[in-house]
């Protein structure tokens, strides 16, 4: 198990095959997925857990799974991805995260965002990072504000259909 960034609290790392099982559960319940489309199948998780798996393999990041320290828990995930749809943010590269609900509430989410943004600074020379999230996930954007991030502007999001209630996304950004 490769660790790339270790916390007071947490340890950001690879994946282990026994993370699966609960990667699938987060991404399967509705409180976890209520700011996206939809919930992800057992098929579409276990298909992003093994891209993940190879992307930091490849290319030495992406959404790393994130574990507890003090019970060795996967609790989620945090990282980066390069932004591949058409925006006029892109190319760039995103900070997200999502956490088992059982986490939530704990500042996890802040404290493995705040190591992945110097892991992306320190390791791997970025200038820049944004964040976003629907207008409605204000969870997400308290923790993109207790980061450091700015807020830049609303846009619609070119994955959502045009009369979906998440089309309008808030775009954050920090310069590092």
């Known amino acids: ?43 579409e998780s276990t298909a992003a857990y093994h891209r993940m798996q190879d992307k930091i393999e490849e290319q030495g ?13 996967f609790i989620g995930f945090v990282g980066l991805l390069d932004i591949t749809f058409d925006v006029d ?24 965002a705040k190591a992945c943004l110097r892991f992306a600074k320190e390791t791997l020379g ?3 990072v944004y964040s976003f999230t629907t207008t409605q996930n204000i969870r997400s954007s308290n923790v993109m ?3 450091g991030m700015r807020y830049v502007k609303n846009f ?14 808030v775009l954050y950004e920090i310069n590092m």
């Open 61 to 73: 990041y992406a959404f790393f799974a994130v574990e507890e320290k003090s019970s060795g828990s």
């Open 156 to 169: 619609n999001h070119p994955l959502v259909p045009d009369d979906h209630p998440l089309l309008v996304h």
């Open 126 to 128: 970025l200038s820049k």
């Open 1 to 43: 198990m490769k660790v790339f960034i270790e916390t007071e609290r947490l340890v950001i790392r690879q994946y282990k095959e026994s993370d699966l099982a609960d990667f699938i559960r987060m991404n399967q319940d509705e409180h976890v997925m209520e700011f996206f489309l939809r919930k992800m199948t057992v098929e």
């Open 89 to 112: 943010f892109a190319p760039g590269v995103e900070i997200g995260w999502r956490m088992l609900p059982e986490f939530w509430g704990k500042g996890y989410a802040t404290e493995a």
């Open 145 to 147: 504000q207790k980061i």
